[in-house]
């Protein structure tokens, strides 16, 4: 952050203690994304966004006002200061809101980046996804391709009247490809993306091309494939599946507003156990493969926390505002998308632990069952306040005498998250953590980006149908 962006986030803070505020957070963002788009051999758009701000957070007498300006000048910083103090005041005789303290930290984090994707012609990116999807498009069986490119440079400065002083920089880079192909009736979809921490080297490294061929060599197949028969399975489910199920399916369920607000099937229940043993389930601020938050944005360090040990619920994920309520301190969780928003209680890094087996060894003794693959799965549902999911799972496998064998597709996966994970009879060795430049988690209207994952798990019971 600048030196400017420093002075006006103290002009906040001193303003608001001085007007009579008990507690201040100022926040300053600048964020920018860049994407490219090829659909069909046509480039269907070349967008680029930023989004510039301050925002500023009172306590007083129990009430919380937060007002963000993207009137990055003394003015426009002391009307949000007054507007901020004047909803607090409004509100305090409604409610009374407690935060968890914590202690001064000044720090600063920076992702490293080699060559800054903002340096690179504009022409090079667009010619680079322009030649992959016309490349695409001449296969026989494919119908259609979208092809993109993105990346996202985001800084943040967190001040508050505790002495916090943290800033961070992290940029991300990736590419993405779907494919679509159709075999007589049969249209498929099959997606494939990969996400970098760090600059445009990691395009430069990589051979797309074979990327690609890839995504619509495994969309050909699929659309010759057959739908699994629906019924309940031993499944080995992969890095990218398990990511999914216990992000979606438990992760929701254990951030603390939902507790609090009696949404989460896991209300009551710290202490009890929820999985098995097998089972230990973390959110890590900063873990290889996913987002780093070193800090969250209310600038408390985000270590790792441990959500489930061994099968036993241990912490609910919180945020200071949150964690005051739970009677608990903060995990860290406190986040926002971008500067228009006040801060929610949102997961980072959220994975499950791995343990000492292979992936074959998760084969093994596995007469008939279903290799559940997650790459490409295209969303589902879930209710946290009962732990119920469904989720439409990528191209997958049948299990035939330990090996997976015919490749099925239209996957459905569906079941209840606690019932699932007490089912878990083996947990591989092969930690695997991912995230995501062209999408994230929504909660409350807002999309941050979070990493997910784990190792190669398996279930004992896993209903699945097909589409």
């Known amino acids: 952050m600048t030196t400017t ?36 051999g046509v480039l269907k758009s070349y967008s680029v966004g930023r989004v510039t701000g301050l925002g500023v957070k009172v306590l007083v007498s129990g009430g919380v006002g937060y007002v963000y300006t993207t009137s990055l000048n003394r003015e426009g910083v002391l009307r949000s200061v007054e507007k901020a103090l004047s909803i607090a005041r409004s509100l305090n005789t409604y409610t009374k809101v407690g935060y968890v303290s914590i202690k001064p930290v000044k720090d600063s984090f920076k992702v490293s980046v080699r060559v800054d994707p903002y340096d690179v012609d504009p022409e090079v990116k667009v010619g680079l996804v322009k030649e992959v999807n016309t490349s695409s498009m001449r296969k026989d069986g494919i119908k259609s391709v979208i092809t993109r490119l993105a990346y996202e440079v985001d800084k943040r400065y967190v001040t508050s009247s505790d002495g916090v002083s ?28 990969k996400t970098f921490v760090g600059g445009y080297e990691f395009i430069v490294s990589h051979d797309w091309l074979t990327f690609t061929d890839e995504v619509d060599t495994l969309a050909i197949k699929v659309s010759q494939a057959k739908t699994p028969t629906p019924g309940t399975y031993v ?19 254990s951030e603390g507003d939902l507790v609090i607000t009696g949404s989460s099937v896991l209300r009551g229940l710290v202490g009890g156990r929820v999985a098995s043993e097998l089972i230990s389930i973390v959110d890590e601020g900063v873990v290889d493969g996913g987002y780093p938050v070193p800090y969250d944005d209310e600038g408390v360090s ?34 926002v998308q971008d500067i228009t928003y006040d801060s929610i209680v949102r997961q980072t890094n959220y994975y499950v632990m791995p343990r000492d087996l292979s992936v074959d060894e998760l084969f093994e003794g596995v007469s008939y069952g279903i290799y559940v693959v997650g790459r490409g799965a295209s969303g589902g549902e879930v209710d946290p306040s009962i ?17 997976p064998t015919e ?5 459905v996966v569906s079941g209840n998250i606690l019932e699932t994970l007490m089912s878990v009879d083996a947990v591989a060795k092969d930690l695997k953590v991912i995230t995501n430049v062209f999408g994230g988690c929504g909660k409350d209207g807002q999309t941050v ?5 784990g190792p190669h798990i398996r279930v004992r019971k896993l209903v699945v149908g097909g589409l």
Request: proline share 1%; hydrophobic share 40%.
């Open 5 to 40: 962006y420093e002075e006006l986030a103290s002009l906040a803070l001193e303003e608001a203690l001085k007007r009579g505020a008990d507690h201040v957070l100022v926040r300053v963002q600048e964020k920018w994304y860049e994407s490219i788009t090829y659909d069909c």
């Open 166 to 193: 943290v800033e961070s920089e992290v940029t991300l880079v990736g590419f993405s490809h779907t494919a679509v192909a159709k075999y007589g009736m049969v249209s498929e979809r099959v997606s494939n993306s």
């Open 235 to 253: 499944a080995v489910l992969d890095n990218e599946a398990v990511g999914l199920l216990v992000h979606e399916a438990f992760g929701h369920a």
């Open 302 to 335: 985000k270590g790792r926390t441990v959500v489930v040990n061994e099968g036993v619920l241990n912490e609910f994920l919180s945020s200071r505002y949150v964690g005051s309520r739970l009677g608990r301190g903060s995990t860290g969780n406190a986040r």
């Open 387 to 403: 732990g119920t999911y469904t989720f439409s799972i990528g191209p997958s496998y049948i299990i035939k005498n330990s090996e």
């Open 407 to 411: 490749l099925v597709r239209g996957v």
């Open 449 to 453: 980006r979070v990493g997910f994952g």
